[in-house]
């Protein structure tokens, strides 16, 4: 038996607690040492692997819930990667990269999947494990000889294979590259693509801005772009649909599958189901415990990789990953106003921001519904959302939320939004009384989204994706008749997302308040809303914000917009991309039904 001991150091206060996890230590208490205060990892807690026999008192005993103990099979030490150090993260194998086809990458954040892209773009030399001895390429090749991913390496170290990596955060690049989009993507232009790609990437609009005033859209497009115009044999793309539109998601899929270099090899790391079946051949699952250890599946099909990891569970390593299955509904709801309560209607609404012109329709929502908000980038979507929150006031029509309480959470969020200095102080003040204080509020959102483990954080110091988490913890757990979620996918992981989707779809109907939801991550919509709004118009000019309508009906009209067709997966229920062109994609168009075509 394998055991992995993670110690969080950052949230590791042993002189606060009064060393808890040593104190009551069996091992220690009998002499031995299986848990010591080291310098190495800066006076905090270090546990002893090979002493530690696995019995988890500490692990109780911790009241900050700093460490996690986990028994691993001994066949599975064989297959260690790299390890960042003394009771740090563990990643045992990696996905296998293949010339000629684009493997995707899924699974939760902080399980391993941008720590294998830096391997295998030759950034980051693995240890095998073993941290406290210098990495070298010599040591990599001699365990790696006689499997697949040896002559990828091999390759890689004489430099025959040359990498270009499409980084995660993109916002970074603000920082570090200066200067004209144009004459970046001039001098970089290793393939002579840069007329074509400012085409198919609608770049016209930004060339001559410089890098430090793009958005972040247009930060992903133009990193997308450079990597593009790179000539290399292997192309990484971590999360790059982030930022974008569902138009621009698909549009992306395209050009990268188009213009990458035939015979070269590509990975993708990806959160939108949609965009990962689009873009994807095969699939490789990673799995294990965030911050503790990753495992890397074998590669399958793309089709049967993401619905095994839907369904929690993979066939070929003959393993469960997940308790409880992920199946999207395979009917949109039908549109039945019977028996509904209307809680809020308005009246046509116009508001003008600058140059721009938003035109809303007049509609209304029922008790206990949750409203999608659908439409491309620069629309109108965020504005709408704060003409409902009350931070705008329309030039004509009337807030229709005046007198209600609003529960907002905005597309960019910023810690100094919130009052409080610390996670804990937050969620202790929110979770006194009401829903937050029950028990499935407790389970479902507040620990399934690992907020419990940032009790003792500032709310300055949390990245962008345990940002995110906290906001929308803090807009669910608020007493309010309107909740207002704009973009609540954005930084998180698949399985977060379908968490967030459920606790908002639970919230609603708890409540017998209404939800409108903006999102660009179309599986996220059609698991959790019961009707749409479309928002059409000429982006950056003019929105117009129809009235809600069915699932079907307004899904229909905003995909047929888009010009892509989507189809229903049989195992899963999930909104599967139709190929464009292919026998679906043209049966679909002539019926007119661009969801997906409704069981007789």
């Given at each position: 038996m394998v055991r992995i001991a993670v110690v969080d150091h950052d949230l590791c206060k042993p002189h606060r607690c009064g060393k808890e996890c040593i104190r009551f230590?069996?091992?220690?208490?009998?002499?031995?040492?299986?848990?010591?205060?080291?310098?190495?990892?800066?006076?905090?807690?270090?546990?002893?692997?090979?002493?530690?026999?696995?019995?988890?008192i500490c692990v109780k005993k911790c009241p900050y819930e700093a460490i996690t103990i986990v028994n691993l099979p001994d066949d599975l030490e064989k297959r260690v990667v790299h390890r960042y150090g003394p009771n740090a993260f563990k990643l045992y194998g990696l996905p296998q990269p293949q010339q000629g086809v684009v493997v995707g990458i899924i699974g939760k954040n902080g399980i391993g999947k941008t720590t294998s892209i830096k391997i295998l773009s030759g950034e980051l030399i693995p240890n095998l494990g073993r941290y406290e001895e210098e990495p070298n390429w010599d040591k990599?090749?001699?365990?790696?000889?006689?499997?697949?991913?040896?002559?990828?390496?091999?390759?890689?170290?004489?430099?025959?294979?040359?990498?270009?990596?499409?980084i995660q955060h993109v916002d970074l690049i603000r920082k570090y590259v200066?200067?004209?989009?144009?004459?970046?993507?001039?001098?970089?232009?290793?393939?002579?693509l840069l007329n074509e790609l400012k085409r198919e990437m609608n770049l016209e609009g930004m060339l001559d801005s410089k890098v430090s005033n793009l958005s972040g859209g247009e930060l992903q497009k133009f990193a997308i772009t450079a990597a593009l115009l790179r000539d290399a044999s292997a192309y990484f793309f971590d999360e790059p649909s982030s930022y974008l539109d569902v138009k621009e998601r698909l549009?992306?899929?395209?050009?990268?599958?188009?213009?990458?270099?035939?015979?070269s090899y590509v990975i993708v790391v990806e959160h939108d189901l949609a965009v990962l079946d689009y873009i994807s051949d095969y699939v490789a699952v990673v799995y294990g415990e965030p911050g503790a250890y990753g495992i890397y599946s074998k590669v399958y099909a793309v089709g049967s990789g993401i619905n095994h990891f839907l369904l929690g569970f993979l066939p070929a390593e003959n393993i469960r990953i997940r308790k409880e299955p992920i199946i999207f509904h395979t009917h949109a709801p039908e549109k039945d106003e019977k028996g509904k309560t209307i809680y809020i209607t308005w009246l046509p609404m116009r508001k003008r921001l600058g140059k721009f012109v938003l035109e809303v329709e007049e509609g209304e929502a029922y008790k206990g519904e949750v409203i999608g908000v659908l439409g491309p980038n620069a629309i109108g979507k965020t504005?709408?959302?704060?003409?409902?929150?009350?931070?705008?006031?329309?030039?004509?029509?009337?807030?229709?939320?005046e007198g209600l309480r609003i529960s907002y959470k905005p597309q960019y969020i910023r810690a100094g939004h919130f009052p409080w200095s610390t996670v804990g102080?937050?969620?202790?003040?929110?979770?006194?009384?009401?829903?937050?204080?029950?028990?499935?509020?407790?389970?479902?959102v507040i620990r399934r989204l690992r907020l419990h483990r940032l009790q003792d954080r500032s709310i300055a110091s949390l990245s962008g994706g345990e940002l995110q988490k906290f906001a929308i913890a803090v807009t669910l757990?608020?007493?309010?008749?309107?909740?207002?979620?704009?973009?609540?996918?954005?930084?998180?992981?698949?399985?977060?997302?379908?968490?967030?989707?459920?606790?908002?779809?639970?919230?609603?109907?708890?409540?017998?308040?209404?939800?409108?939801?903006?999102?660009?991550?179309?599986a996220v919509i059609d698991y959790v809303a019961d009707r749409v709004m479309v928002f059409n118009g000429e982006p950056g000019s003019y929105g117009r914000a129809c009235k809600p309508t069915d699932l079907r009906k307004g899904m229909n009209a905003f995909l047929k917009a888009v010009g892509v067709t989507f189809r229903r997966d049989l195992k899963t229920g999930r909104p599967r991309v139709n190929k464009p062109g292919s026998y679906l994609d043209r049966k679909q168009k002539s019926m007119g039904e661009y969801y997906y075509i409704p069981s007789s």
């Open positions: 230590c069996p091992i220690n208490r009998s002499g031995g040492k299986a848990i010591e205060l080291s310098e190495i990892v800066g006076g905090k807690a270090l546990i002893h692997e090979k002493v530690c026999v696995g019995c988890g990599v090749l001699k365990y790696f000889r006689g499997t697949e991913l040896y002559q990828y390496f091999r390759k890689l170290v004489s430099g025959e294979i040359r990498a270009v990596h499409k200066k200067g004209i989009v144009r004459e970046i993507l001039t001098r970089i232009d290793e393939r002579g549009s992306i899929s395209s050009v990268i599958r188009n213009y990458i270099p035939k015979n504005t709408f959302i704060r003409l409902l929150s009350g931070d705008l006031k329309p030039d004509e029509g009337v807030a229709v939320t102080e937050a969620l202790n003040e929110l979770t006194k009384e009401g829903i937050a204080s029950s028990e499935w509020f407790q389970v479902d757990a608020k007493e309010a008749d309107i909740y207002l979620l704009d973009e609540p996918s954005a930084y998180i992981d698949v399985e977060e997302r379908l968490t967030v989707a459920k606790a908002i779809k639970r919230v609603s109907e708890t409540r017998k308040t209404v939800t409108f939801l903006v999102d660009h991550d179309v």
